[in-house]
């Protein structure tokens, strides 16, 4: 059973930054394994922000692209989504990711709270 756990969201103004961090339980570095990150907004449905393969293949939605970068860090078990140039419509629950490409099997994170407000 794979735990992740998000940090690093909170209330930041337009234009600001922040970096979340999601730690895992289990060693991330395994070809099978690809990790994301998620967002949820109010009445809307989740949504993909960006994930990273083993290989360190990414992928951004448009909404981010050139705003928000993933990275990981194998020896720490730990992947980060920087999030620069905020705006209020990145306001979301942010969830970690691990999607299993083998078996197609999903771990989530509990998530963390984004809020971009003046």
């Known amino acids: 059973q794979v735990q992740l756990v998000e940090s690093g969201g909170g209330l930041v103004q337009p234009g600001g930054s922040l970096r979340l961090s999601c730690a895992a339980s289990?060693?991330?570095?395994?070809?099978?394994?690809?990790m994301g990150w998620y967002r949820q907004a109010p009445g809307k449905q989740r949504e993909l922000v960006a994930d990273?393969?083993?290989?360190?293949?990414?992928t951004y939605a448009d909404s981010v692209k050139g705003r928000f970068t993933i990275s990981r860090d194998n020896a720490k078990n730990t992947v980060y989504l920087q999030m620069n140039s905020l705006k209020p419509e990145d306001t979301a629950v942010y969830y970690c990711?691990?999607?299993?490409?083998?078996?197609?099997?999903?771990?989530w994170g509990q998530g963390t709270q984004v809020t971009v407000s003046s």
């Open positions: 289990g060693s991330i570095f395994n070809i099978y394994y690809v």
């Open positions: 990711n691990q999607r299993n490409l083998r078996t197609n099997y999903d771990y």
């Open positions: 990273i393969t083993t290989g360190e293949t990414t």
